[in-house]
Structures are given as structure tokens and as C-alpha cells.
């Protein structure tokens, strides 16, 4: 009888050892629950010190942080911990919770302290007094560049982690922090990339000239819209000034193309892309579109420029927002009413387009004065900077082969993704043909999916929503200049936009409708990827749905990222979509 008892003693050992072990176990998880609660929390009060310019707050806040992620790290890297990782049904889970705690961690002590050693010199990226302080520059170089790089590292690591095992309540917190640090990382890379260029940009080797064009999204293009205004902006030791402007429409019509032209520009675009700055974004290539009309510029006009710059109307706005109202001509311009009065009121106000070429040049310069003077909170300035960069609205092409070396694959570069990588490229951009302002109309949407995978490619499907909102009851009424009278082939107040379809480097583009009928598009190829080009007729209040087949060439499995042109209203004009390989 000795050898039951003795086996019901060991038995009751190993159970009172795994409750201890569970009663243990639920206790850390518990303490790491708390932890990056606390974190979060401390993170928030970072972010409000930071922008309050509350330096000593900001260090409690980070030393809080700090403290905390470091206890959740520390109680989710021991063997035990580590053990749970190997478990069924709960071992994705613990896995996930440690990744999550160590990557806070490291962002604590590598990503966020070095931001807070120079929180004081943040607001020197934006003008003071027409001036930006290049000293304050160089000292936010290295700091931003560390915390760049533990973003990147943290993001890394996060997006190369499959959370669609963890449980439900998990899976959507580790989302949502891979989101955060997904976009403080693009952020932190933008930034990093800014003090790169910005002290040669703003004259620190010696004076410099730029191009600032005002794209106008009330006739299309695929860059946002066609140039209109253009402005000198003139750079020397930091200060900044706005020398000249002058109408894009006035530097006339070449009789051959400026630059020579590749068959495929000619095929796609028409030798139109190389003989008027107005056509010169036809291209999706914003570096294409700078070297043209920086080509046309410097043999028109006195200056020899050093890049291209541009905005649109709906960044403005975001601008406005910061520095409040501007007064024009007699018009009171705000962020709300800046996109209607720049894209459709001053053509219904005014007839003459010299008149209105003058509004707009004027509006231009009444808001770079006001921003470049200094505003109150620079960080909201930064955030309405990087709120036009993210939706594709602020782009920046340099002559400098070193500095637009840097400038490369950034938000604001916009250039045409041409590189083959394990992520498909797609894109669908628009250009008006009707030759009138009807584009401030025309809304657009576009959709896209990964819908098979099968031997390392991808077949994909897309919609571009099309619309006008114009009122076919009052479009007749609306002055010639806006819409184009009919005179190039579309009927008045109707708009022929044609769409490009771009699929994947080195893919295809297999099948294209209208509305739900296949329909013979074009079939061309623009740098290494094929275009499918379709011509849409709008009339006022019609919608039309161009959808469309793609397949990737073998070894493009991630997902899936699609680029559009800018619209008129605000939108992100780049998007992502998952794989369908897993």
C-alpha cells in the first residue's frame, strides 16, 4: 500500500508545481498587461511634452516609459517566458507579447530618447523670420538619423510578424502598435532625409534657386494637376525669399519636344509632354515632369534653377489651417474655402485669365510670406508638411545628383516605381484631355485585391471609380474657360479623362472593363512596366467603374502597394493591400 500513497504524493506535487507554475505564469502576464498599458500612456505624455516645448516633462515622461517597457521586456525574455513559446494554442501568443515588449524597449532607450536630447531644436525645421537656422539643422542630423534607423529596425521586425494566430484581443493591439511605429518610422525616415538635403537646399554652399509650382487639380494630371503658377524661390545661408513668378501658360509652345522624348513617352503622352509645361506632368514621373519644366524654364528665363519644387491647393489648405487667413485680391482665403476659391471660384469671379494667372500668383505668395515668417506652433506646421507629402501633394526633385540621390523612394520624391521587389507596384493615374477646369467635378476611387497565388505569382483586381458631381441642370451656365465649350471633344460640361493603368514591373495587365464589359485598351510599356490606357467620357452626374485584371511576374508574393493621382479632396493617394500568398 506504500507505493499508492507514495504515487498520490508525487501526483499532488506535480499538480500543487503547475498550479504554482499557471498561478506564476497568469502573475507575470498580469505585470506585463500593466506594463504596456503604462507605456502607452507614457508615450501619449511624451508626445504632449514634446509639442507643449516641456522639456523636463518630456524627459519624466520618457524615464516613465523607459521603466516600463523595460520591465515588460524583462519579465517576457526569461526561460519560462520563452517556454510558453512552444505550447499549443497559446505559444503564437507569447511570442507576440514578448516581440511587442522588446521592440517598446529598444524604441525607449534608441528611438525616442535621442528626439527628447534635442526636442529644443525640433521647430528650427520650420522658417523664422523668413529664415531657417542651419546650426539647429546640423545638431538634429545625427539624433534623428539614430532614431531613424531603431524605427526602422523596430518596424521591421514587427511587419515580419504574422499576427492572424494570436488571440483576438492581441492580434488587434499588436496591429495597432505595428501601425504606430509603422508610420512614426516613415515619419522618422522623411526627417532624417529632410536634414540630409536641407542645409545645401537652403543655400549653405551658396545660393540657390528652386521652381515652386502650384499644380492645379481643376484640370488633372497625373502628378495632381496641370502647372499653372510658378514662383522663384531663392535660397541663400538659410534665409529664404520669393523673388519672381510668373504663369506656366506663358512660357509658351516649343516647336520639338525640349528634351528628347523615349518612344514610350511618345506613344503614352504625345510629343505634347516635351513642348508645353502645362502637359509636362502627363508623365506619373515627377522627376521626369521637374527635368521638363526646368529645361523649359532655364532656356525662357534668367535663372538657372536647382530643383523643382510643388504644391496643390488642398496642401494649401492644410497650411492655412496653421497660419489662418490670408487676404487676396479682396478674398478672404481660409482653409476651408481655399480649395473652392482656387480650383472654381476665381474662374466664375473672373473672366480674364491674365487676371486670374495674377490671383493665383498673388494667393502663392500671401501664403509663403505668412509660413515663411514664422508661425506660432511649428509642430502643427510639421504636421500639415507631412500630411501633404503622405497624400502625394508636396514633391521635391533636386538637380543635384547627390542630393536627389537622398531625396530617392521618399514620399516627396514621386517618382515612378520601376524596381522589381518582392512588393507588386500598381498604379492608376488620370489626365484630362477635354481642355477646360472641370477636374474640380471629378472625384475618383480607387480599390485594388490580391485574388490568387500559384507559383510565386500574384493575379490581382482593381476598380477606379469615376464621377461627376457636376450638376447637369446648371453646367450650362458655367463660364467657357471652365468647361472647355466644347471645343475638344468632349460636349460642354462633360470631361474625357484618360486613365493609366499600370501594373506590376515586369507583370501584366490581362483584362480591362467598362462598367462591367471588357473593353481593347491600349496596351503600352513605360519603364519596364505595361500600361493599359483607357479614355473615360464624364457627362455631369455620371459614374463610371473601370475595372481591371494584373499578374505579377514570379517572385513578387508580398503585398500589394497602389498609387493614384491626388484629388481634389483630401485622400491619401497611396494605399496597401495584403497578399494573397500568405
Not at 252 to 274: D, H, I, K, Y
Not at 472 to 477: E, F, K
Amino acid at each position: 500500500m506504500a507505493r499508492p500513497r507514495r504515487l498520490g504524493t508525487v501526483l499532488a506535487l506535480v499538480a500543487l508545481v503547475v498550479v504554482a507554475l499557471g498561478a506564476w505564469v497568469g502573475w507575470q502576464a498580469y505585470q506585463v498587461n500593466g506594463s504596456l498599458n503604462a507605456v502607452v500612456d507614457d508615450a501619449e505624455s511624451v508626445q504632449a511634452a514634446v509639442e507643449a516645448g516641456d522639456a523636463p516633462a518630456a524627459r519624466a515622461a520618457l524615464d516613465g516609459l523607459q521603466r516600463h517597457s523595460a520591465d515588460a521586456a524583462e519579465r517576457t525574455s526569461g526561460l519560462t517566458w520563452r517556454a510558453l513559446g512552444h505550447l499549443p494554442f497559446v505559444g503564437d501568443d507569447a511570442d507576440g507579447v514578448a516581440l511587442a515588449s522588446d521592440v517598446v524597449a529598444g524604441l525607449g532607450t534608441d528611438g525616442v530618447e535621442p528626439l527628447i536630447s534635442v526636442s529644443d531644436d525640433l521647430d528650427s525645421v520650420v522658417p523664422r523670420g523668413a529664415r531657417v537656422d542651419l546650426d539647429a539643422l546640423q545638431r538634429l542630423q545625427d539624433p534623428v538619423a539614430a532614431a531613424d534607423r531603431a524605427f526602422t529596425t523596430a518596424d521591421e521586425r514587427l511587419r515580419g510578424t504574422d499576427s492572424d494566430d494570436f488571440v483576438d484581443r492581441l492580434a488587434v493591439s499588436f496591429r495597432d502598435l505595428t501601425d504606430k511605429v509603422g508610420e512614426a518610422q516613415e515619419a522618422m525616415d522623411a526627417a532624417a532625409t529632410a536634414l540630409q538635403v536641407m542645409p545645401v537646399m537652403l543655400g549653405a554652399d551658396g545660393p540657390r534657386d528652386y521652381l515652386l509650382v502650384m499644380q492645379n487639380n481643376a484640370e488633372v494630371r497625373a502628378t495632381g494637376g496641370l502647372p499653372g503658377a510658378v514662383s522663384v524661390v531663392h535660397t541663400e545661408e538659410g534665409r529664404i525669399s520669393l523673388t519672381r513668378q510668373v504663369a506656366a501658360s506663358t512660357l509658351g509652345r516649343r516647336e520639338q519636344p525640349v528634351l528628347p522624348l523615349t518612344p514610350e513617352e511618345r506613344e503614352l503622352f504625345s510629343t505634347n509632354l516635351g513642348l508645353y509645361v502645362l502637359d509636362a506632368n502627363l508623365t506619373p514621373d515627377w522627376p521626369r515632369a521637374a527635368a521638363l519644366i526646368g529645361a523649359r524654364w532655364a532656356e525662357t528665363q534668367p535663372e538657372d534653377p536647382a530643383g523643382v519644387l510643388s504644391i496643390d491647393p488642398v496642401a494649401l489648405s492644410y497650411l492655412l489651417e496653421v497660419t489662418g487667413p490670408v487676404q487676396v485680391a479682396g478674398v478672404e482665403l481660409t482653409a476651408d474655402n481655399a480649395v473652392d476659391e482656387l480650383l472654381h471660384g476665381v474662374y466664375v469671379r473672373i473672366p480674364d485669365p491674365a487676371a486670374q494667372d495674377e490671383f493665383f500668383r498673388a494667393a502663392a505668395k500671401a501664403v509663403f510670406d505668412r509660413v515663411s515668417g514664422g508661425v506660432a506652433d511649428p509642430e502643427l506646421m510639421l504636421r500639415a508638411l507631412t500630411r501633404g507629402a503622405r497624400e502625394g501633394r508636396l514633391l521635391v526633385h533636386s538637380f543635384d545628383a547627390e542630393q536627389q540621390a537622398a531625396l530617392a523612394g521618399t514620399t516627396v520624391s514621386g517618382e515612378l516605381p520601376t524596381a522589381s521587389t518582392s512588393r507588386p507596384q500598381v498604379g492608376v493615374y488620370l489626365d484630362d484631355t477635354s481642355v477646360g477646369k472641370m477636374s474640380y467635378f471629378l472625384r475618383h476611387d480607387v480599390r485594388a485585391a490580391a485574388t490568387s497565388c500559384s507559383g510565386g505569382r500574384q493575379r490581382l483586381s482593381g476598380t477606379l471609380r469615376l464621377e461627376s458631381v457636376a450638376d447637369p441642370a446648371t453646367v450650362g451656365g458655367l463660364p467657357v474657360y471652365i468647361t472647355g465649350g466644347g471645343r475638344f471633344g468632349a460636349p460642354v460640361g462633360s470631361q474625357l479623362v484618360v486613365a493609366y493603368l499600370y501594373g506590376p514591373v515586369g507583370g501584366s495587365v490581362d483584362e480591362v472593363t467598362f462598367n462591367g464589359r471588357p473593353v481593347r485598351a491600349e496596351a503600352a510599356e513605360h519603364e519596364g512596366r505595361p500600361v493599359a490606357r483607357v479614355i473615360a467620357e464624364l457627362e455631369p452626374g455620371e459614374v463610371t467603374n473601370v475595372e481591371w485584371r494584373m499578374t505579377t511576374p514570379e517572385g513578387q508574393t508580398g503585398g500589394i502597394d497602389v498609387r493614384t493621382t491626388p484629388s481634389v479632396q483630401p485622400s491619401r493617394s497611396a494605399a496597401s493591400y495584403a497578399s494573397a500568398c500568405g
